[in-house]
């Protein structure tokens, strides 16, 4: 499985975007790139999943440069609420495929 | 949120004794996982179910063994528990949606067990 390496943590003010790097250098052909994003006291939520280029949701962009050895989760004009951590994790997109958690990034949200 | 639920939430044991956790589902998924957390890590791989009766060990399953005789429910045993064994627990399931290949994971709300 390929390793990811991301910021331990980071600090923002509502209103501002927010942007997570992850460093995935041996990611693999077919490998998938995937964000989670964990509240205190709650299992992780799916974010956004993103194989190459620029992937966009209700909730965050992902952006892939064109070797896929790093990606980055944008987070649009985060709120207070969007404290969390944040973990990037790379692998086989298949049913049933077992996750590979690293430490994450803890993101605090300040007003 | 995806039907799933932990028992218990909390719970409080000694070393050596015999602990089981239960997660239940109600989405009909066919891949269950087992994962603990710890303190400033991310989460690890206890066990795995790919069906009724169909399990494997992921990266972490000493002292820790996993039964699955219903789709809906997936038991994870602590047979002795250890103090090393004191952490959050959380469920997981998935499944195949359509055609496509999907690895989302949907997690439970989570089982903290202290060993004393």
């Known amino acids: 499985l390929a390793k990811t390496t991301q910021p331990i943590s980071m600090d923002s003010y509502e209103g501002q975007e927010v942007n997570i790097t992850c460093s995935h250098n041996n990611i693999a052909t077919n490998d998938y790139i995937t964000w989670y994003q964990q509240f205190p006291s709650q299992g992780p939520r799916f974010i956004i999943q993103?194989?190459?280029t620029k992937v966009t949701n209700e909730v965050a962009s992902l952006f892939i440069p064109a070797d896929r050895k790093s990606s980055t989760l944008s987070l649009p004009r985060v709120s207070l609420s969007d404290t969390a951590v944040y973990y990037c994790l790379v692998g086989k997109n298949n049913a049933g495929n077992m996750l590979t958690f690293g430490g994450g990034t803890r993101l605090m949200v300040k007003p | 949120d995806a039907g799933i639920t932990q028992s218990p939430r909390h719970k409080v044991t000694e070393t050596g004794t015999p602990v089981t956790l239960r997660c239940h589902q109600t989405?009909?998924?066919?891949?269950m996982y087992w994962y603990r957390q710890d303190p400033g890590h991310g989460l690890r791989l206890i066990h795995y179910?790919?069906?009724?009766?169909?399990?494997d060990k992921g990266e972490v399953s000493d002292g820790y063994s996993v039964s699955r005789s219903k789709t809906e429910d997936f038991l994870l045993t602590l047979e002795s528990a250890t103090s090393s064994q004191t952490s959050v627990y959380f469920c997981?399931?998935?499944?195949?949606?359509?055609?496509?290949?999907?690895?989302?994971?949907?997690f439970g709300p989570g089982t903290r067990l202290t060993v004393l």
């Open positions: 179910s790919y069906g009724v009766k169909d399990t």
């Open positions: 989405e009909n998924h066919r891949y």
């Open positions: 997981a399931i998935s499944d195949r949606i359509g055609l496509a290949a999907y690895n989302e994971q949907f």
């Open positions: 993103g194989y190459k």
